[in-house]
């Protein structure tokens, strides 16, 4: 940097010299140094750029817009990585251990903790984290896993619902994904699902908010390129809720989602509406076949 | 102003613009700094420490400025069982933070001389850590880091 | 979640002498800056932790004095090579001079 300084001075000194004056020459040695200064400028620049298309998976057939899935764990850094490879090190382990500590808490008029009716969460809740959102025949609706888990509160414990966004259901949520992870993400998507995917492929591909961007403007069409400092993933779900870096917590999907929309300078659609939740089974669809990796590191 | 710039005053502007327009490529700090000399000045009773020996190893660019991945090491040769000098303190400054002074790891002579932690960067900056053996001589190493928001400020 | 309990790891807990242990620690803190403010505007005052010490049966081996610039969920990795069999005794201390504490064993043979 102190070279680009030197580069200005000597510009200057040659634009006020008497003799150098008398010529276009002046002209010309600025041109010459802002170019030199310019190419320096940018071949520091030698940041590698992460080798993410090494890690794809083949989408499971051609109805699927990527065809090549790749988890957002391959944009990151390896720092980034390192810290979500070692449980020991990865702070999103608090919060499994917080929704484990709750799952055998009693709470609420019936006096039953989720260990009373599910008993040990790595058995029963194993493969739940993969298939979510799922059908309600009850709700005639999709329900996701944070909704999911305020019913069995309400309708099964006589409990309070937790707030969304609260250390608790953002903990039990990481909870119950995490005995899912390492497992395909597989969801039914037919049937009375089918409206609800298509509502949820309308809002990932509509324009929205004063910067007048879709998902897709920038996760389908762009991933593997840097937005500024930021290098884009196919923002997938499989992670979720994730430690964010930035953050320092960890933060569940439609939080994330909030997070982007509000970004674009749009409206954010309120976490566990039908909006978010629509677009969320539209999102896990995409990501069809990757890993659970609840609780991922992303930034 | 109406008069004409005369040749020499429209070089010498169009030098100045262009020297504002090159060095803001370069990757100088936005704000003042900080007392980061102070502390290290005050860490080392107003010693100069000598840029050797002590490794700072930082990303190139952040992933995010709130968690950045810091580690320090000091290349001593180790010879056990003796009563060589050993790394006591090193103190870890940030330039461009709000605060300058990071943290500061404190050894014993059974250490190893590294240790690893994480860290918050404000914006993009040079990060010194300064070493203190318990001979009193003081090593230093400086690491520039890029640290940016986001690609749409998320 | 400042109730979970410290999580320490020990890459060995059996050495010889003269051998080096790693030790790595992460404990749930927030480390709280002081220059947040909250959405009424009101700035949110510092609470972190400060100060970190691993001792070996009272003898000091590792620390680190704390500023806000650590990140939340303090993480740390060091070495060291004991000189005899005992108890690690970790503790963080925060702001207010609460105290989170926690134990490893160690045996040099």
Redesign the interface.
């Known amino acids: 940097m102190s070279d680009t300084r030197e580069l200005v001075g000597w510009a200057k000194a040659a634009a006020t010299h008497p003799r150098l004056c008398a010529g276009i020459a002046p002209v010309l040695i600025i041109l010459l140094i802002l170019g030199i200064a310019s190419a320096t400028a940018f071949a520091e620049s030698k940041l590698a750029h992460p080798a993410w298309r090494e890690h794809a998976i083949k989408a499971p057939g051609k109805e699927y817009p990527l065809q090549e899935i790749v988890s957002g764990l391959w944009f990151r850094t390896p720092e980034t990585q390192a810290i979500q490879e070692d449980d020991?090190?990865n702070?999103g382990?608090?919060?499994v251990?917080?929704g484990e500590a709750l799952w055998s808490k009693p709470e609420g008029a019936a006096g039953k903790s989720c260990a009373s009716c599910h008993q040990d969460a790595a058995a029963s809740m194993k493969g739940v984290g993969a298939v979510t959102p799922k059908w309600s025949d009850k709700l005639n609706k999709p329900v996701n896993l944070e909704q999911q888990i305020n019913i069995c509160r309400s309708e099964h414990m006589g409990a309070q619902p937790w707030a969304f966004g609260s250390?608790e259901l953002t903990?039990m949520t990481t909870y119950v994904r995490f005995q899912s992870r390492g497992m395909p993400v597989a969801l039914r998507v037919d049937g009375p699902m089918s409206p609800w995917l298509a509502r949820g492929k309308a809002l990932y591909y509509t324009r929205v908010g004063q910067l007048d961007l879709a998902c897709a403007s920038c996760h389908e069409k762009n991933h593997g390129k840097y937005l500024r400092a930021d290098f884009l993933s196919q923002g997938q779900t499989n992670g979720f809720p994730v430690y964010r870096l930035r953050d320092?917590?960890l933060v569940p999907l439609h939080e994330r989602i909030e997070g982007c929309v509000f970004d674009v300078r749009g409206t954010p659609y309120p976490p566990l509406s039908d909006d978010a939740v629509a677009l969320e089974l539209y999102l896990a669809w995409r990501g069809t076949g990757l890993p659970v990796e609840t609780p991922a590191v992303r930034n | 102003m109406v008069r004409k710039w005369n040749r020499r005053e429209a070089l010498a502007a169009g030098a100045a613009s262009a020297g504002l327009l090159t060095t803001g490529l370069g990757a100088a700090p936005a704000r003042a700094a900080n007392d980061y000399a102070e502390q290290i000045k005050a860490f080392t009773g107003g010693k100069e420490p000598v840029e050797a020996r002590v490794k700072l190893e930082l990303p190139e660019l952040a992933e995010n400025g709130?968690?950045?991945p810091l580690?320090v090491s000091v290349d001593i040769p180790a010879i056990?069982?003796s009563s060589q000098s050993y790394v006591e303190e090193i103190l870890v400054v940030?330039p461009a933070?709000?605060?300058s002074?990071?943290?500061?790891?404190?050894?014993?002579a059974?250490?190893?001389p590294?240790?690893?932690?994480?860290?918050?960067?404000a914006e993009s900056q040079n990060v010194i850590a300064v070493a203190r053996m318990s001979d009193g001589r003081f090593f230093s190493a400086t690491r520039p880091i890029k640290v940016t928001i986001g690609g749409c400020g998320g | 979640?400042a109730d979970?309990?410290p999580?320490i790891?020990l890459d060995r807990k059996e050495v010889r002498k003269?051998e080096?242990v790693e030790v790595?620690t992460?404990v749930?803190h927030?480390?709280e800056?002081g220059?947040r403010h909250a959405a009424d505007g009101r700035l949110i005052p510092r609470m972190i932790i400060n100060r970190f010490t691993c001792e070996l049966d009272g003898?000091?081996?590792?620390?680190?004095?704390?500023?806000?610039?650590?990140?939340?969920?303090?993480?740390?990795?060091?070495?060291?090579?004991?000189?005899r069999s005992g108890t690690l005794a970790f503790t963080w201390i925060d702001d207010e001079g609460t105290r989170i504490e926690a134990t490893e064993t160690v045996k040099v043979t």
Do not use: H, W
Request: a positive charge; aromatic letters at 14%.
């Open positions: 020991f090190n702070p382990f608090f919060g251990e917080e250390n903990a320092q917590r | 709130n968690t950045v580690a056990p069982n940030a933070n709000p605060n002074r990071v943290l500061r790891f404190r050894f014993s059974d250490s190893v590294e240790a690893a932690t994480r860290i918050r960067l | 979640m979970a309990k999580r790891r003269g080096a790595k992460l749930s927030v480390m800056t220059l003898t000091f081996v590792f620390g680190c004095d704390l500023e806000s610039a650590v990140s939340a969920n303090p993480y740390f990795a060091f070495k060291f090579r004991p000189q």
